[in-house]
């Protein structure tokens, strides 16, 4: 279970995904994809509400770019799971 730490974490970065600045927007999708596919819920989550296209769009290109196989294969290689 997600600590609040962690739901507060990805709550900003959503949030920012609405930013009017673009590298707020790029910075934040950058982060997101980098999360992989422990962010999904909550993009998932935040792709019903987004207030933007633009946000709409960002958060369905990181789905579909994140690929759980890669993220799990790099997780295990670097957490030793």
Same mark, same amino acid.
């Given at each position: 279970?997600?600590?609040?730490?962690?739901?507060?974490?990805?709550?900003?970065?959503?949030?920012?995904?609405?930013?009017?600045?673009?590298?707020? $927007?790029? =910075?934040?999708?950058?982060?997101?994809?980098?999360?992989?596919?422990? /962010?999904?819920?909550? %993009? *998932?989550? !935040?792709? &019903?509400?987004?207030?933007?296209? $633009?946000? =709409?769009?960002?958060?369905?290109?990181?789905?579909?770019?994140?690929? /759980?196989?890669?993220? %799990? *294969?790099? !997780?295990? &290689?670097?957490?030793?799971?």
């Amino acid at each position: 279970m997600p600590t609040m730490g962690k739901r507060l974490h990805d709550t900003v970065l959503l949030a920012r995904l609405e930013a009017p600045e673009a590298a707020q $927007r790029d =910075a934040a999708a950058k982060e997101l994809a980098q999360i992989g596919p422990v /962010a999904w819920r909550a %993009l *998932r989550d !935040a792709l &019903k509400k987004a207030r933007s296209p $633009r946000a =709409a769009r960002q958060m369905n290109e990181i789905l579909k770019d994140t690929d /759980a196989t890669d993220w %799990l *294969r790099q !997780a295990t &290689k670097t957490y030793g799971f």
